[in-house]
């Protein structure tokens, strides 16, 4: 009984120390939403209609373009658009030039090694559809799949 009275001492002292010190579970290591709140989120398209539409000159369009700017709006974040093959915008979001990368990607993607990947957020028949963060940005990884929960209920 005098055990369990310490462990749970110990366990509230810990998150008052943590509370104190203004630390974040799940984290950002790079502080990528703590950027972007009242901020500019760097997303990144690809074509694959009817999820994401590029036209030339014009900011993206689409259902993964919409909820992604619902998403900045809740953070307070502009959007800031990249257009791109999946390719080169994978590439930008593992060097950090990107915050997301959005396109119709399905939870079996091959994208998987270089960013993590939201749970399926919606269901196109068979087709699971996810999006992807950088990679150890958990925070925003966190806090879009609430968004993505509550928008999917």
Sequence with gaps: MVRGHITLAAVAALAVLLTGCSIHIPADPHGTLDRAQGGVLRVGATENPPWVEVDEGTEPTGSEV????????????????????????????????????????????????????????????????????????????????????EEAS
């Design 66 to 149: 919409d909820l992604v700017d619902e998403f900045a709006d809740g953070q307070g974040a502009d959007v800031e658009w990249t257009t791109g093959s999946e390719a080169v915008l994978m590439d930008a979001l593992d060097r950090g030039e990107l915050d997301m990368v959005v396109g119709g990607f399905l939870d079996d993607t091959p994208w998987a090694e270089k960013g993590a990947v939201t749970f399926p957020y919606t269901a196109d028949g068979p087709d699971k559809h996810v999006m992807i963060v950088r990679m150890g940005e958990n925070r925003l990884l966190v806090t879009l799949e609430e968004f993505l929960y």
